[in-house]
Protein backbone atom coordinates (compact mmCIF):
# COMPACT_ATOMS: atom_id res chain seq x y z
CA UNK A 1 0.00 0.00 0.00
CA UNK A 2 1.42 3.44 -0.65
CA UNK A 3 0.38 6.70 1.19
CA UNK A 4 1.16 9.96 0.62
CA UNK A 5 0.93 12.43 3.77
CA UNK A 6 0.52 16.27 2.77
CA UNK A 7 2.15 18.75 4.71
CA UNK A 8 5.90 19.53 6.34
CA UNK A 9 5.51 19.95 9.95
CA UNK A 10 5.95 18.06 13.09
CA UNK A 11 2.23 16.53 12.88
CA UNK A 12 3.39 15.19 9.49
CA UNK A 13 6.81 13.72 11.11
CA UNK A 14 4.35 11.69 14.00
CA UNK A 15 1.21 10.94 11.38
CA UNK A 16 4.60 9.04 8.97
CA UNK A 17 5.92 7.60 12.08
CA UNK A 18 2.83 6.29 13.44
CA UNK A 19 1.67 4.80 9.82
CA UNK A 20 5.53 3.40 9.69
CA UNK A 21 4.63 1.06 12.54
CA UNK A 22 1.51 -0.52 10.77
CA UNK A 23 1.64 -4.31 9.76
CA UNK A 24 0.17 -3.21 6.65
CA UNK A 25 3.89 -1.56 5.83
CA UNK A 26 2.64 0.70 3.53
CA UNK A 27 5.32 2.89 1.34
CA UNK A 28 5.34 6.04 2.65
CA UNK A 29 5.56 9.74 0.89
CA UNK A 30 5.30 13.61 2.24
CA UNK A 31 4.83 16.31 0.49
CA UNK A 32 6.60 18.41 0.94
CA UNK A 33 7.99 16.84 3.90
CA UNK A 34 10.76 17.47 6.45
CA UNK A 35 14.56 15.85 7.53
CA UNK A 36 12.19 13.97 10.36
CA UNK A 37 9.96 12.34 7.47
CA UNK A 38 13.07 11.62 5.34
CA UNK A 39 14.16 8.93 7.68
CA UNK A 40 10.69 6.94 7.33
CA UNK A 41 9.37 7.98 4.10
CA UNK A 42 10.35 9.45 0.62
CA UNK A 43 9.96 13.10 0.25
CA UNK A 44 8.14 14.75 -2.75
CA UNK A 45 9.00 18.10 -2.99
CA UNK A 46 5.59 19.58 -3.51
CA UNK A 47 4.21 22.61 -2.05
CA UNK A 48 1.30 21.36 0.35
CA UNK A 49 -0.93 24.29 -1.65
CA UNK A 50 0.23 23.43 -4.53
CA UNK A 51 -3.23 20.78 -5.24
CA UNK A 52 -3.33 20.67 -8.91
CA UNK A 53 0.27 19.24 -8.68
CA UNK A 54 -0.05 17.01 -5.58
CA UNK A 55 -3.08 15.56 -7.60
CA UNK A 56 -1.08 14.81 -10.82
CA UNK A 57 2.01 13.15 -8.69
CA UNK A 58 -0.96 11.31 -7.31
CA UNK A 59 -2.19 10.18 -10.50
CA UNK A 60 1.13 9.36 -11.89
CA UNK A 61 2.84 7.40 -8.25
CA UNK A 62 -0.05 5.07 -8.41
CA UNK A 63 -1.51 5.82 -4.29
CA UNK A 64 -3.59 4.08 -2.69
CA UNK A 65 -4.76 6.89 0.25
CA UNK A 66 -3.42 10.43 0.63
CA UNK A 67 -3.79 11.98 4.40
CA UNK A 68 -4.41 16.10 3.94
CA UNK A 69 -3.34 17.04 7.40
CA UNK A 70 -2.67 20.77 7.39
CA UNK A 71 -5.89 23.03 7.19
CA UNK A 72 -4.39 25.23 3.96
CA UNK A 73 -5.09 22.58 1.25
CA UNK A 74 -7.86 21.05 2.85
CA UNK A 75 -9.43 24.59 2.85
CA UNK A 76 -8.39 24.65 -0.94
CA UNK A 77 -10.36 21.86 -1.92
CA UNK A 78 -7.73 18.99 -1.99
CA UNK A 79 -9.88 16.10 -0.87
CA UNK A 80 -12.72 17.36 -3.27
CA UNK A 81 -10.03 17.69 -6.54
CA UNK A 82 -8.88 13.95 -5.42
CA UNK A 83 -12.12 12.58 -4.78
CA UNK A 84 -12.99 14.04 -8.48
CA UNK A 85 -9.77 12.41 -9.84
CA UNK A 86 -11.19 8.82 -7.99
CA UNK A 87 -8.38 8.90 -5.13
CA UNK A 88 -9.25 7.75 -1.95
CA UNK A 89 -8.53 10.71 0.42
CA UNK A 90 -8.51 11.08 4.14
CA UNK A 91 -9.81 14.72 5.30
CA UNK A 92 -12.70 16.97 5.15
CA UNK A 93 -14.24 18.25 2.34
CA UNK A 94 -13.75 21.85 1.24
CA UNK A 95 -17.40 22.27 2.33
CA UNK A 96 -17.08 19.94 5.21
CA UNK A 97 -13.52 21.66 6.04
CA UNK A 98 -15.73 25.55 6.54
CA UNK A 99 -16.31 23.97 9.99
CA UNK A 100 -12.25 25.99 10.40
CA UNK A 101 -11.88 27.93 7.53
CA UNK A 102 -14.89 30.27 7.95
CA UNK A 103 -15.10 31.07 11.54
CA UNK A 104 -18.60 33.22 10.53
CA UNK A 105 -20.24 29.94 8.78
CA UNK A 106 -18.67 27.67 12.13
CA UNK A 107 -20.53 29.66 14.53
CA UNK A 108 -23.59 30.28 12.13
CA UNK A 109 -23.50 26.72 12.44
CA UNK A 110 -23.29 26.25 16.39
CA UNK A 111 -25.97 28.90 16.69
CA UNK A 112 -28.33 27.46 14.50
CA UNK A 113 -27.72 24.27 16.33
CA UNK A 114 -27.89 25.17 19.66
CA UNK A 115 -23.84 24.18 20.56
CA UNK A 116 -22.47 25.37 23.83
CA UNK A 117 -19.90 28.66 22.55
CA UNK A 118 -19.26 32.17 23.24
CA UNK A 119 -22.52 34.66 22.18
CA UNK A 120 -21.18 36.60 18.88
CA UNK A 121 -22.23 38.95 16.18
CA UNK A 122 -20.74 38.94 13.02
CA UNK A 123 -20.30 42.21 10.72
CA UNK A 124 -19.04 43.39 7.36
CA UNK A 125 -18.42 46.85 7.90
CA UNK A 126 -16.13 48.58 9.99
CA UNK A 127 -18.54 51.25 11.19
CA UNK A 128 -21.16 49.07 12.58
CA UNK A 129 -18.36 47.12 14.25
CA UNK A 130 -16.95 50.08 15.94
CA UNK A 131 -20.48 51.02 16.99
CA UNK A 132 -21.10 47.76 18.56
CA UNK A 133 -17.73 47.71 20.27
CA UNK A 134 -18.43 51.08 21.55
CA UNK A 135 -21.94 50.73 22.99
CA UNK A 136 -20.68 47.14 24.71
CA UNK A 137 -21.50 46.93 28.34
CA UNK A 138 -18.35 44.75 29.53
CA UNK A 139 -14.74 43.90 28.75
CA UNK A 140 -13.32 41.98 27.84
CA UNK A 141 -14.37 41.08 24.38
CA UNK A 142 -12.50 38.64 21.48
CA UNK A 143 -12.04 39.81 17.89
CA UNK A 144 -11.87 37.18 15.16
CA UNK A 145 -11.40 37.85 11.49
CA UNK A 146 -13.87 35.32 9.56
CA UNK A 147 -10.47 33.15 7.65
CA UNK A 148 -7.21 31.27 8.29
CA UNK A 149 -4.62 32.96 9.78
CA UNK A 150 -2.31 30.86 10.65
CA UNK A 151 -3.35 30.83 14.25
CA UNK A 152 -2.54 34.35 14.41
CA UNK A 153 -5.90 36.30 14.22
CA UNK A 154 -8.00 36.27 17.48
CA UNK A 155 -7.77 39.57 19.56
CA UNK A 156 -8.96 39.26 23.02
CA UNK A 157 -9.17 42.98 23.97
CA UNK A 158 -9.45 44.04 27.48
CA UNK A 159 -10.57 47.71 26.64
CA UNK A 160 -12.68 49.03 24.22
CA UNK A 161 -9.78 51.07 22.93
CA UNK A 162 -7.83 47.72 21.99
CA UNK A 163 -10.99 46.40 20.72
CA UNK A 164 -11.05 49.14 18.22
CA UNK A 165 -7.57 49.10 17.43
CA UNK A 166 -8.01 45.28 16.79
CA UNK A 167 -10.47 46.30 14.58
CA UNK A 168 -8.39 48.75 12.63
CA UNK A 169 -5.67 45.87 11.96
CA UNK A 170 -8.70 43.38 10.93
CA UNK A 171 -10.53 45.68 8.80
CA UNK A 172 -8.37 48.55 7.93
CA UNK A 173 -5.22 47.74 7.27
CA UNK A 174 -6.20 44.47 7.02
CA UNK A 175 -3.64 42.60 8.08
CA UNK A 176 -5.09 38.82 7.22
CA UNK A 177 -6.06 40.01 3.96
CA UNK A 178 -9.75 38.89 3.17
CA UNK A 179 -9.82 37.23 5.95
CA UNK A 180 -10.74 40.90 7.46
CA UNK A 181 -13.76 40.95 5.21
CA UNK A 182 -15.51 39.72 8.10
CA UNK A 183 -15.47 40.02 11.51
CA UNK A 184 -16.78 37.48 14.35
CA UNK A 185 -16.69 39.51 17.45
CA UNK A 186 -17.77 37.57 20.97
CA UNK A 187 -18.26 37.06 24.34
CA UNK A 188 -14.87 36.17 26.28
CA UNK A 189 -14.99 32.40 27.82
CA UNK A 190 -12.98 32.00 31.08
CA UNK A 191 -11.55 29.00 32.75
CA UNK A 192 -9.04 25.87 31.29
CA UNK A 193 -8.77 25.41 27.69
CA UNK A 194 -8.56 21.72 26.21
CA UNK A 195 -8.12 20.02 23.04
CA UNK A 196 -10.37 17.30 21.73
CA UNK A 197 -10.09 14.82 19.06
CA UNK A 198 -11.96 12.10 17.56
CA UNK A 199 -11.78 10.18 13.75
CA UNK A 200 -14.96 10.48 12.04
CA UNK A 201 -16.46 8.59 8.87
CA UNK A 202 -19.54 10.57 8.29
CA UNK A 203 -21.81 9.19 10.97
CA UNK A 204 -19.83 7.76 13.43
CA UNK A 205 -16.93 8.87 15.70
CA UNK A 206 -13.78 7.28 17.72
CA UNK A 207 -13.27 7.73 21.49
CA UNK A 208 -12.27 10.71 22.21
CA UNK A 209 -8.73 11.55 23.51
CA UNK A 210 -7.75 14.95 25.32
CA UNK A 211 -4.74 17.35 25.40
CA UNK A 212 -3.62 21.09 26.29
CA UNK A 213 -1.55 23.12 24.31
CA UNK A 214 0.42 25.98 25.28
CA UNK A 215 -0.26 28.50 22.39
CA UNK A 216 1.64 31.49 23.51
CA UNK A 217 5.16 31.83 23.47
CA UNK A 218 6.90 32.48 26.12
CA UNK A 219 6.76 31.43 30.23
CA UNK A 220 3.54 32.17 31.71
CA UNK A 221 1.58 32.54 29.02
CA UNK A 222 3.28 35.76 27.97
CA UNK A 223 3.96 36.93 24.27
CA UNK A 224 2.69 36.67 20.80
CA UNK A 225 0.59 33.36 19.66
CA UNK A 226 2.09 30.56 18.11
CA UNK A 227 1.10 27.48 16.36
CA UNK A 228 1.81 26.05 19.66
CA UNK A 229 4.99 25.23 21.75
CA UNK A 230 4.36 22.22 23.74
CA UNK A 231 1.51 20.77 25.57
CA UNK A 232 0.66 17.29 27.07
CA UNK A 233 -1.72 14.48 26.95
CA UNK A 234 -4.63 13.56 28.43
CA UNK A 235 -5.95 16.58 30.03
CA UNK A 236 -6.24 14.43 33.89
CA UNK A 237 -8.76 16.68 35.10
CA UNK A 238 -11.46 16.16 32.71
CA UNK A 239 -13.86 13.99 34.88
CA UNK A 240 -15.88 11.22 32.98
CA UNK A 241 -18.92 12.58 32.55
CA UNK A 242 -17.59 16.00 31.17
CA UNK A 243 -15.81 13.67 28.90
CA UNK A 244 -19.21 12.02 27.75
CA UNK A 245 -21.08 15.08 27.61
CA UNK A 246 -18.53 16.25 24.99
CA UNK A 247 -18.26 13.16 23.00
CA UNK A 248 -22.20 13.03 22.36
CA UNK A 249 -23.57 16.49 22.81
CA UNK A 250 -21.09 18.33 21.02
CA UNK A 251 -18.31 16.24 19.02
CA UNK A 252 -21.08 13.19 18.00
CA UNK A 253 -23.56 15.37 17.11
CA UNK A 254 -21.51 18.00 15.41
CA UNK A 255 -20.99 15.49 12.69
CA UNK A 256 -24.55 14.30 12.74
CA UNK A 257 -25.92 17.82 11.90
CA UNK A 258 -23.01 18.12 9.35
CA UNK A 259 -24.38 15.33 7.27
CA UNK A 260 -27.97 16.41 8.30
CA UNK A 261 -26.81 19.72 6.55
CA UNK A 262 -25.17 17.57 3.64
CA UNK A 263 -21.64 18.16 4.34
CA UNK A 264 -20.70 14.90 5.78
CA UNK A 265 -17.48 14.90 7.49
CA UNK A 266 -14.73 12.66 7.19
CA UNK A 267 -11.05 13.11 8.86
CA UNK A 268 -10.27 14.26 12.50
CA UNK A 269 -12.46 16.52 13.92
CA UNK A 270 -10.53 18.85 16.76
CA UNK A 271 -12.77 20.40 19.12
CA UNK A 272 -10.88 23.77 21.36
CA UNK A 273 -13.07 23.37 24.27
CA UNK A 274 -12.90 26.39 27.33
CA UNK A 275 -14.02 24.42 30.95
CA UNK A 276 -16.53 27.22 31.66
CA UNK A 277 -17.69 27.41 35.31
CA UNK A 278 -21.04 26.60 33.33
CA UNK A 279 -19.60 23.80 31.51
CA UNK A 280 -17.88 23.01 28.16
CA UNK A 281 -18.04 25.46 25.63
CA UNK A 282 -16.84 25.38 22.02
CA UNK A 283 -14.20 27.94 21.03
CA UNK A 284 -13.66 26.72 18.07
CA UNK A 285 -13.33 23.36 15.83
CA UNK A 286 -10.56 22.53 13.63
CA UNK A 287 -10.40 20.15 10.81
CA UNK A 288 -7.27 18.00 11.12
CA UNK A 289 -5.15 16.80 13.67
CA UNK A 290 -3.51 19.85 15.61
CA UNK A 291 0.54 20.21 16.01
CA UNK A 292 1.64 19.69 18.65
CA UNK A 293 -1.03 17.58 19.66
CA UNK A 294 -1.00 15.07 16.99
CA UNK A 295 2.62 14.70 18.83
CA UNK A 296 1.17 13.78 21.91
CA UNK A 297 -1.90 11.73 20.86
CA UNK A 298 -0.15 9.17 18.31
CA UNK A 299 1.63 7.71 20.11
CA UNK A 300 -1.10 6.67 22.56
CA UNK A 301 -2.76 5.50 19.63
CA UNK A 302 -3.70 1.66 20.36
CA UNK A 303 -4.21 0.88 16.85
CA UNK A 304 -3.25 0.79 13.62
CA UNK A 305 -3.52 3.98 12.26
CA UNK A 306 -3.56 3.14 8.41
CA UNK A 307 -6.35 0.84 9.34
CA UNK A 308 -8.15 3.52 11.18
CA UNK A 309 -7.94 6.03 7.71
CA UNK A 310 -8.87 3.42 5.80
CA UNK A 311 -12.30 2.36 7.61
CA UNK A 312 -12.89 6.50 8.25
CA UNK A 313 -13.01 6.95 4.48
CA UNK A 314 -14.81 3.98 3.56
CA UNK A 315 -17.72 4.85 6.74
CA UNK A 316 -16.81 1.77 8.45
CA UNK A 317 -14.84 3.20 11.78
CA UNK A 318 -16.98 1.07 14.16
CA UNK A 319 -15.22 -1.87 12.46
CA UNK A 320 -12.04 -1.16 14.21
CA UNK A 321 -11.21 -0.67 17.84
CA UNK A 322 -9.65 2.55 18.35
CA UNK A 323 -8.12 2.99 22.10
CA UNK A 324 -5.72 5.25 23.98
CA UNK A 325 -3.03 4.30 26.16
CA UNK A 326 -4.22 5.59 29.65
CA UNK A 327 -0.21 6.35 29.93
CA UNK A 328 0.58 9.74 29.49
CA UNK A 329 2.57 12.20 26.86
CA UNK A 330 4.45 16.03 27.30
CA UNK A 331 6.19 17.68 24.57
CA UNK A 332 8.00 20.49 24.55
CA UNK A 333 9.06 22.45 21.31
CA UNK A 334 11.91 24.00 20.87
CA UNK A 335 12.36 27.07 18.11
CA UNK A 336 14.19 29.72 16.12
CA UNK A 337 14.78 32.92 18.82
CA UNK A 338 12.36 35.42 16.94
CA UNK A 339 9.47 33.23 16.09
CA UNK A 340 6.12 33.36 15.75
CA UNK A 341 8.00 36.88 14.29
CA UNK A 342 11.07 37.00 12.14
CA UNK A 343 13.93 34.40 12.75
CA UNK A 344 17.03 33.04 10.47
CA UNK A 345 17.52 29.73 9.25
CA UNK A 346 20.13 27.55 8.29
CA UNK A 347 21.64 26.74 11.37
CA UNK A 348 23.04 23.07 11.82
CA UNK A 349 21.31 21.18 15.08
CA UNK A 350 23.51 19.70 17.28
CA UNK A 351 22.34 16.47 19.88
CA UNK A 352 20.47 14.79 17.42
CA UNK A 353 21.46 11.33 18.19
CA UNK A 354 21.82 12.16 22.13
CA UNK A 355 17.79 11.93 22.17
CA UNK A 356 17.19 8.85 24.67
CA UNK A 357 15.27 5.45 23.62
CA UNK A 358 12.15 6.30 24.89
CA UNK A 359 11.45 9.76 23.77
CA UNK A 360 10.41 11.03 20.75
CA UNK A 361 11.95 13.49 18.65
CA UNK A 362 9.64 14.65 16.16
CA UNK A 363 11.19 17.33 13.45
CA UNK A 364 8.96 20.01 11.96
CA UNK A 365 11.18 22.91 10.30
CA UNK A 366 13.99 21.13 9.64
CA UNK A 367 15.61 20.49 6.61
CA UNK A 368 19.54 18.81 5.57
CA UNK A 369 22.54 20.87 3.86
CA UNK A 370 25.69 19.91 3.37
CA UNK A 371 24.40 16.64 4.55
CA UNK A 372 23.40 18.06 7.94
CA UNK A 373 20.43 18.35 9.20
CA UNK A 374 19.78 22.40 9.89
CA UNK A 375 16.96 24.49 10.92
CA UNK A 376 14.43 25.71 8.52
CA UNK A 377 11.13 26.54 9.94
CA UNK A 378 10.04 28.45 13.68
CA UNK A 379 9.17 25.80 15.55
CA UNK A 380 12.24 23.08 14.63
CA UNK A 381 11.83 19.92 16.94
CA UNK A 382 9.50 18.38 19.50
CA UNK A 383 10.80 16.26 22.18
CA UNK A 384 8.04 14.05 23.64
CA UNK A 385 8.47 11.79 26.82
CA UNK A 386 6.11 8.74 27.44
CA UNK A 387 5.21 7.78 31.09
CA UNK A 388 2.77 6.81 33.09
CA UNK A 389 1.74 10.09 34.24
CA UNK A 390 2.06 13.88 32.96
CA UNK A 391 4.95 15.30 35.47
CA UNK A 392 7.36 11.61 34.63
CA UNK A 393 6.82 12.54 31.06
CA UNK A 394 7.77 16.21 31.48
CA UNK A 395 10.50 15.27 32.94
CA UNK A 396 11.89 13.12 30.31
CA UNK A 397 10.75 15.60 27.66
CA UNK A 398 12.55 18.26 29.52
CA UNK A 399 15.52 16.05 30.03
CA UNK A 400 16.24 15.62 26.23
CA UNK A 401 15.30 18.62 24.35
CA UNK A 402 17.67 20.54 26.63
CA UNK A 403 20.76 18.37 24.75
CA UNK A 404 19.31 19.61 21.21
CA UNK A 405 21.01 22.83 20.39
CA UNK A 406 21.34 25.24 17.75
CA UNK A 407 22.22 29.12 17.58
CA UNK A 408 19.48 31.07 18.99
CA UNK A 409 16.66 28.34 20.04
CA UNK A 410 14.23 28.94 22.61
CA UNK A 411 11.75 27.23 24.68
CA UNK A 412 9.07 27.37 27.00
CA UNK A 413 10.32 25.92 30.39
CA UNK A 414 6.92 25.76 31.84
CA UNK A 415 5.37 23.32 29.45
CA UNK A 416 2.93 20.94 31.81
CA UNK A 417 4.27 22.68 35.19
CA UNK A 418 0.81 23.00 36.73
CA UNK A 419 0.30 19.20 36.43
CA UNK A 420 3.53 18.76 38.83
P1 LIG B 1 -7.97 30.25 17.85
O1 LIG B 1 -7.07 30.86 16.81
O2 LIG B 1 -9.41 30.39 17.59
O3 LIG B 1 -7.49 28.88 18.23
O4 LIG B 1 -7.78 31.11 19.16
C1 LIG B 1 -6.53 31.31 19.75
C2 LIG B 1 -6.71 31.43 21.24
O5 LIG B 1 -7.49 32.57 21.56
C3 LIG B 1 -7.50 30.27 21.83
O6 LIG B 1 -6.69 29.18 22.08
C4 LIG B 1 -8.05 30.89 23.09
O7 LIG B 1 -7.09 30.82 24.13
C5 LIG B 1 -8.26 32.32 22.71
N1 LIG B 1 -9.70 32.54 22.44
C6 LIG B 1 -10.34 32.43 21.26
N2 LIG B 1 -11.65 32.70 21.41
C7 LIG B 1 -11.85 32.99 22.71
C8 LIG B 1 -12.98 33.36 23.52
N3 LIG B 1 -14.19 33.52 22.99
N4 LIG B 1 -12.77 33.57 24.82
C9 LIG B 1 -11.55 33.44 25.38
N5 LIG B 1 -10.45 33.09 24.69
C10 LIG B 1 -10.59 32.88 23.37
N1 LIG C 1 -2.11 23.51 18.19
C1 LIG C 1 -3.12 24.27 17.59
C2 LIG C 1 -3.46 23.94 16.21
O1 LIG C 1 -2.97 23.00 15.63
O2 LIG C 1 -4.30 24.64 15.65
Excluded at 182 to 188: A, F, L
Aim: aromatic share 8%; hydrophobic share 45%; glycine share 10%.
Amino acid sequence: MRILIVGGGGREHAIAWKCAQSPIQPTLFVAPGNAGTASLAENVPIAATDIESLVAWVQANAIDLTVVAQDDPLALGAVDALQACGQAAFGPTQAAAKLEWSKVWSKEFMRRHGLPTAAFAVFDRWEEAAAYVKQKASMPIVLKPDGLTAGKGVFVCASRAEALQALDTIMESRAFGASGDRIVIEECLRGIEISVFAFADGTHITPLVTACDYKRAYDGDAGPNTGGMGGYSPAPFVDPETLDYIHHAIMERTITLMAQEGHPYVGVLYGQLMLTNDGPRIVEFNVRFGDPEAQLILPRLQADLVAVLQAAVAGRLPETDVTWDPAATCGVVVASGGYPGAYTTGHPIAGLDTVDDDVLLFHAGTGVADGKVVTAGGRVLIAVGQAANVPTARGRAYDNIARVAFENSYYRKDIAAREV
